[in-house]
């Protein structure tokens, strides 16, 4: 079984500033990690995704986000935020024990990020 | 190379009615979702397919059909709406295992039940 919880529904900031979007995890075998990001009445796009490699994961942007096993984190940061930025974010598991099978991934209920001048 | 493509982008039903919801992918796919979110949740699973003729239950399956006679097509049906399926739908594809289980999503479809 796996889950996400993604500890706030909503987060402000001011433009320039850094943003931090707060996801934990529970997975019962090692998982991939991903943050998507949907943009008002758009389909989620990858922004992206941890599978085992660096722990430190870069993705577009200038967003990273760093996979803790220690703490089941999977924090999302970006140093200065862009009016651009302001959109839905969502932290995805999916249980990598799932070779050979469809990748199901669950999906926590998301953090609305609003950026401010 | 358009990714995934669905249609149509709203459709208000009545109680009752029927319709289908098309979905379109042009990289090759074998494996393709349909999801269903609802205000302030994340995307819950429908139904999913490994590959033409193949498909199978997600998490919220009731009052959904599909098919999958190509590898490009996915449809999604509602065969007797109710205003419990209000929501938008998005479906998505991914490659086969071996590759990382990121999944590619269309722009959605906004269904309103009333």
């Known amino acids: 079984a796996q889950s996400v919880t993604q500890l706030d529904s909503h987060v402000s900031v001011s433009e320039g500033t850094p943003v931090l979007l707060r996801c934990n995890y529970s997975s019962s075998y090692s998982p991939s990690l991903f943050w998507y990001v949907q943009h008002p009445n758009k389909g989620l796009q990858l922004l992206l995704k941890?599978?085992?490699?660096?722990?430190l994961v870069k993705g577009i942007n200038g967003f990273e986000a760093e996979f803790k096993k220690s703490e089941t984190s999977f924090h999302l940061t970006k140093p200065s935020a862009h009016m651009s930025d302001a959109a839905e974010y969502f932290c995805?598991?999916?249980?990598?024990?799932?070779?050979?099978?469809?990748?199901?991934?669950?999906f926590g209920t998301g953090t609305r990020l609003q950026v401010t001048l | 190379n358009a990714g995934v493509t669905q249609t149509p982008k709203f459709r208000i039903l009545k109680i009752g009615q029927s319709m289908t919801l098309q979905c379109t992918q042009d990289?090759?796919?074998?494996?393709m979702y349909w999801y269903r979110q609802d205000p302030g949740m994340g995307l819950k699973l429908i139904y999913y397919?490994?590959?033409?003729?193949?498909?199978d239950k997600g998490e919220v399956p009731n009052g959904y059909n599909v098919s999958r006679s190509t590898t490009e097509d996915f449809p999604l049906r509602l065969e007797l709406a109710a205003p419990s399926q209000t929501s938008v739908y998005f479906c998505a594809s991914s490659y086969s295992p071996g590759q990382p289980y990121e999944q590619y999503f269309g722009p959605g479809t906004r269904l309103t039940v009333t």
């Open positions: 941890y599978t085992s490699a660096a722990t």
């Open positions: 397919s490994v590959g033409a003729g193949i498909t």
């Open positions: 990289m090759n796919h074998n494996y």
């Open positions: 995805v598991v999916s249980d990598r024990r799932d070779t050979g099978t469809a990748s199901k991934l669950t």
